[in-house]
């Protein structure tokens, strides 16, 4: 399914899987832009949001889109990112 030409997150594993690990991968570097044809580009959010709302972010879309409970360890899964 897709949304304005973009592809819905309810099905992706980033939104659904068991771990909240790519879905802050995704949040905090982005989705660069590689080539005009390219249909999805998200700018990286490390350096504006905090732990905390990363954290409300990722329960956020964890239960509205993918219509799951939140990850009962968002906010520690978030301090083990490597970079972060």
């Known amino acids: 399914m897709a949304t304005g030409g973009r592809p819905s997150l309810v099905l992706s594993s980033a939104?659904?899987?068991e771990r909240p690990d790519n879905l802050i991968q995704t949040?905090?570097?982005g989705l660069?832009?590689?080539?005009?044809?390219?249909?999805?580009?998200?700018p990286p959010f490390a350096e504006t949001l905090t732990d905390g709302q990363l954290?409300?972010?990722a329960a956020y879309i964890r239960?509205?889109?993918?219509k799951r409970p939140a990850w009962?360890?968002?906010g520690h899964r978030i301090t083990k990112i490597p970079g972060h």
Do not use: E, F, K, R
Not at 32 to 42: D, E, F, I, L
Not at 63 to 66: E, H, L, P
């Open 15 to 17: 939104v659904v899987g």
């Open 27 to 29: 949040v905090l570097n």
């Open 32 to 42: 660069p832009w590689t080539h005009m044809g390219q249909s999805t580009y998200m």
């Open 55 to 57: 954290a409300s972010i």
């Open 63 to 66: 239960a509205d889109i993918g």
């Open 72 to 74: 009962p360890d968002a």
